[in-house]
């Protein structure tokens, strides 16, 4: 079984950056991509980012396209979202998943069997 730890989450300033880092237990053969999500107060959870684990090919949900950036660490196991430019709507408890997921599906929370507890990102105006 996937554990993954995130951290980096806090309070920001609109216009700042934080990064967030997903730290799994296990070595990749427990899944093929890893991503972001996001659930703001009283609203659905969202997708935000995701990677390939084998080819690094990203994807990203509009709203934060030029803004976020995921990568991964192989060695580490883990993987981070850098996000600039950062807004108040980007407001949210960030989670962390993993799973075995092929194509477009990736963007599906559905298909992740794994989660992080989620760290809160908090921008001001």
């Given at each position: 079984q996937v554990r993954l730890e995130e951290s980096g989450g806090g309070l920001v300033q609109a216009g700042g950056s934080l990064r967030v880092s997903?730290?799994?237990?296990?070595?990749?053969?427990?899944?093929?991509a890893m991503g972001w999500f996001r659930q703001a107060p009283g609203k659905e959870r969202e997708?935000?980012?995701a990677i390939s684990w084998s080819s690094g090919t990203t994807y990203y949900a509009g709203s934060v396209k030029g803004r976020f950036t995921i990568s991964r660490d192989n060695a580490k196991n883990t993987v981070y979202l850098q996000m600039n430019s950062?807004?108040?709507?980007?407001?949210a408890v960030y989670f962390c998943a993993a799973g075995w997921v092929i194509g477009t599906a990736i963007t599906r929370s559905a298909e992740y069997g794994y989660w992080g507890q989620g760290t809160q990102v908090t921008v001001s105006s």
């Open positions: 997903c730290a799994a237990s296990e070595r990749t053969f427990s899944r093929n997708f935000v980012a950062l807004k108040p709507e980007d407001t």
